[in-house]
């Protein structure tokens, strides 16, 4: 959408002088090019304003509303909700385990992810390179409850986990229903979106710098500490920021491998809302993880950015 | 500074082989230009001595140390790649200071290397700079810079002038010969360009399809081609196949019979004849002369190159000053010429 909508322009501003240079060429024929263009790009700013804007902008009066219960929302302009979740510490400890349990997952998905990307970067051949990606994104295509449900069957007391390592002698370990199954659960989702984006930004790293570096002295170790990481380091932050969003924003995974004492804030949103009913204590969460979610990624982008931008641009 | 042995090494791939048993001494403080065609193996025999390629068979030894199977990161030696390979996140100071980190100096030390290597290569004012603020032939010394600071055995250089304009080029070509000498650096320079190697080298390596084919002095090369392969590689445009007939005769295959300076080689042979050794005017009694007609007249500069065609179907090219450089009135498409040469100014090689 976005991009027919960009090219539009693009092309019939290409196209215009040629139109008005042949004579038999009506007046006023370059407008009535240009308008159909720009009309393209109508139905995507619509679309955005109605489907994202419009939505946001309602959630927020919403979070200004004041619940009564037994007649829900009730019309009026007060930081009551905001206000309940600094005073109440439940819903800080949820944000607090939605942040560790986001910032764990998304460590672990980089330290994991980028020796896969670096793998595949160098080493694999082209033929085998389109498979093995193929193979890393296979699990997207599956719907989030089946695989977490999958989770489940491996994870649960007397599942596949449990299972295996009492075949050769170790005590069952309790895992379902625990933050470390949380992890492991989040960690399977998101690992595809860190290797493919950090492949994407390898695949740009000359491998004749890490060559030049090595021919200077440098060990492996050290020609990825100064040359490949901070290279890559546009790649790491965009994969980090994005496995970070996504993890703040989990729904499926916390509350189905997380079980109903476990909590994290997309969930209590969930509750909120369509539990209890109150909309206006529900928006006011969402508007706070998001709050949170927006600053912590802006900050680590524009600390980021600050590095990289001198040889950057 | 050290000479550096090449024990018939090999590189196989799979099925193929991309370096043949080549065996080569580079002595110390020589200069040795690889050339060939792409696919030759001089690039991949260039990485297999950097250490980036593991070597299939045989050894390498740089000042009688075999270092075969070290990394590339414990041979100390300089390698200049084609693109540079500078570190485009580090300022000029910063990619020279590198490998002289990597050795742990002391940082007084690190700065008063760093500054004498960009001296050295007149570039001290550009320090803080970005690589990628740099031109084509600022980066090549920058990168040529970082890879003599830190004082290495051998110095390998991976087609260094392909990515510069010609004007840059013959001016690079000067400094690294210059820098070479000054130094007294083994070095070991990839070339595809014929004119490249028999400038910058003390000795030429020609190499065909992972062998050796034919090495010596630039101009053992260029005056001396031993195979059909090496002459055409060296600019001779002139190859005409036939048979010996008789001591000092040679048969061409379109029929004339020519003499030639007596050799003890037989079998399918060519004539190699310079387009520059042809006279197209000149008549003297003991050269050879065949009648033949200007066919194509291509002005270029310096020189014109003439296409004669002989009666018989033999087609060659004469080359003679142009006018501008005082040589003699061009001649006209059409025009009878007498294609003469000296006996001694053909080669012959093997078919």
């Known amino acids: 959408m976005t991009s027919s909508a960009s090219s539009g322009p693009a092309t019939s501003g290409a196209t215009a002088p040629v139109a008005t240079a042949s004579p038999p060429a009506p007046r006023g024929r370059e407008g009535r090019r240009l308008a159909p263009a720009y009309g393209l790009t109508a139905p995507a700013t619509i679309f955005v304003l109605l489907a994202l804007i419009g939505p946001l902008a309602l959630m927020f009066r919403y979070s200004l509303n004041r619940f009564v219960p037994g007649q829900m929302m009730v019309e009026a302009l007060t930081l009551d909700n905001y206000a309940r979740f600094f005073a109440d510490s439940f819903y800080q400890e949820v944000l607090g385990t939605t942040l560790w349990i986001s910032a764990l997952s998304t460590l672990l998905c980089l330290v994991a992810g980028f020796p896969v990307a670096y793998f595949l970067v160098r080493q694999a051949s082209d033929k085998w390179k389109g498979r093995l990606l193929l193979l890393i994104v296979l699990p997207l295509l599956m719907g989030n409850a089946v695989r977490t449900a999958a989770w489940m069957v491996i994870l649960g007391d007397k599942g596949l986990f449990n299972a295996v390592i009492g075949a050769i002698g170790i005590s069952p370990v309790k895992l379902m229903y625990t933050p470390t199954a949380v992890v492991i659960g989040l960690v399977s989702v998101l690992l595809p979106f860190m290797i493919v984006t950090l492949q994407s930004v390898i695949e740009g790293i000359d491998a004749n710098l890490e060559s030049a570096a090595q021919s200077l002295g440098a060990s492996h170790l050290t020609v990825l500490r100064r040359v490949v990481l901070p290279l890559a380091l546009p790649g790491i932050l965009a994969g980090t920021m994005l496995c970070f969003i996504l993890s703040m924003n989990a729904y499926a995974t916390p509350v189905l491998i997380g079980g109903p004492s476990f909590h994290m804030m997309a969930p209590t949103v969930y509750q909120q809302v369509a539990k209890a009913m109150n909309w206006p204590f529900g928006a006011a969460l969402a508007f706070v993880l998001m709050a949170v979610t927006l600053v912590l990624t802006t900050t680590a982008n524009v600390l980021v950015q600050r590095r990289y931008r001198r040889w950057s641009e | ?351």
């Open chain 2, 1 to 351: 500074m050290s000479d550096v042995v090449l024990q018939s090494i090999v590189k196989r791939y799979d099925a193929m082989t991309a370096v043949d048993h080549v065996s080569l001494t580079i002595g110390e403080g020589e200069l040795v230009a690889l050339l060939g065609p792409s696919g030759c193996g001089k690039t991949t025999t260039l990485r297999m001595v950097g250490g980036f390629i593991p070597v299939t068979e045989g050894r390498i030894l740089v000042g009688g140390r075999d270092l075969t199977h070290l990394p590339p990161n414990k041979r100390n030696m300089g390698f200049g790649f084609q693109n540079y390979a500078l570190f485009p996140h580090m300022s000029v100071a910063e990619n020279v200071a590198f490998g002289l980190e990597m050795r742990k100096l002391p940082k007084a030390e690190i700065g008063a290397k760093v500054k004498t290597a960009l001296d050295r290569v007149k570039l001290s004012h550009l320090a803080e700079r970005l690589p990628k603020q740099l031109s084509g032939g600022q980066q090549q010394r920058v990168a040529l810079a970082r890879a003599l600071v830190i004082e290495p055995d051998v110095l390998l250089l991976d087609e260094p002038l392909s990515n510069l304009d010609a004007q840059l080029r013959h001016e690079m070509k000067t400094e690294i010969r210059t820098l070479q000498q000054q130094l007294g650096i083994t070095t070991i320079f990839v070339t595809h360009d014929q004119d490249e190697a028999l400038s910058v080298a003390d000795r030429v390596v020609l190499m065909r399809a992972g062998k050796i084919e034919q090495q010596g002095s630039p101009d053992d090369l260029f005056g001396r081609p031993a195979s059909r392969f090496a002459a055409e590689f060296m600019g001779v445009t002139n190859l005409l196949p036939g048979e010996l007939a008789g001591v000092g005769r040679f048969r061409l295959a379109s029929g004339e019979e020519v003499r030639v300076h007596p050799v003890g080689v037989g079998g399918d042979l060519s004539l190699a004849l310079r387009p520059e050794r042809l006279a197209l005017d000149a008549d003297e009694p003991d050269h050879n002369a065949l009648p033949a007609v200007v066919d194509l007249a291509t002005y270029r500069g310096l020189v014109i190159d003439y296409r004669v065609a002989t009666a018989s179907g033999l087609v060659l090219i004469a080359r003679r000053p142009s006018p501008a450089v005082g040589g003699p009135a061009p001649l006209k498409p059409g025009q009878p010429v007498r294609v003469s040469w000296h006996p001694d100014a053909g080669t012959l090689v093997p078919a």
